[in-house]
C-alpha cells in the first residue's frame, strides 16, 4: 500500500516538472505580441528567446515605454524568418507616424536588406532579433521590397514587402 502512494507521488512530481518545462520553453503560447506591454524584440544585435511563431504579430500602439514617441505613438510592426521565409511577406502600414519594425531570426543566421527611402541592413545570427524605426509619414505612398542579401539560404530567393498606404 505504501509503495503505491510512493509511485503515485513520484509520478505526479515528473508531471509537473514536464509542465513547467515546457511552460517555461513557451510550449503553450499561440503567438507573441507586444500586447501585453513588454519589449517584443530587442534592440538590434541582442539575444531574443527562441519562441516560434508562424502567426504574424498586428501592428501595436506603443504608447510608453523605451519605444514610444513623446511625440505620437508608435506603431510596431514584427516579421519573423523562419525556414528561409518571411512572416508576414507583406507588410500593409496605413497610419503616418512614427513606426518601429522588430525582425527576428528564428532557426539560421539572416540578413535583410531594406531599400530606399529606409536604407537599413540587418544581421541577425540564430534567435537575434534587430528593431528599427522610422517616420512612416515621409516615405511616399508605395511597395517597398526587402530582401535577403549575403545570409539567404541556398537555392531560396527570400522576397518581403512594404506597403505604405
Do not use: H, W
Not at 527562441?50 to 498586428?58: F, V
Not at 539572416?110 to 534587430?130: C, N, R, T
Not at 518581403?160 to 498606404?165: A, P, Q, S, T, Y
Request: contains cysteine; charged residues 20%.
Amino acid at each position: 500500500m505504501e509503495s503505491k502512494k510512493i509511485v503515485k507521488i513520484i509520478v505526479g512530481i515528473i508531471v509537473v516538472v514536464v509542465l513547467v518545462v515546457l511552460f517555461a520553453s513557451g510550449a503553450f503560447q499561440k503567438k507573441t505580441t507586444s500586447s501585453n506591454g513588454e519589449t517584443p524584440a530587442n534592440t538590434e544585435g541582442n539575444a531574443s528567446g527562441t519562441e516560434i511563431s508562424l502567426e504574424p504579430s498586428a501592428p501595436v500602439k506603443v504608447t510608453g515605454g523605451p519605444l514610444a514617441s513623446v511625440e505620437s505613438p508608435t506603431l510596431f510592426y514584427e516579421i519573423k524568418i523562419i525556414g528561409g521565409e518571411f512572416f508576414p511577406s507583406e507588410v500593409i502600414i496605413e497610419e503616418k507616424g512614427n513606426v518601429q519594425v522588430g525582425v527576428v531570426a528564428t532557426d539560421a543566421t539572416y540578413d535583410v536588406s531594406f531599400p530606399a527611402p529606409i536604407e537599413k541592413y540587418l544581421l541577425m545570427k540564430k534567435g537575434q532579433a534587430a528593431v528599427f524605426g522610422f517616420d512612416a509619414g515621409a516615405i511616399q505612398a508605395g511597395t517597398y521590397q526587402f530582401s535577403c542579401r549575403d545570409k539567404c539560404p541556398e537555392g531560396k530567393k527570400m522576397e518581403g514587402r512594404l506597403v505604405f498606404k
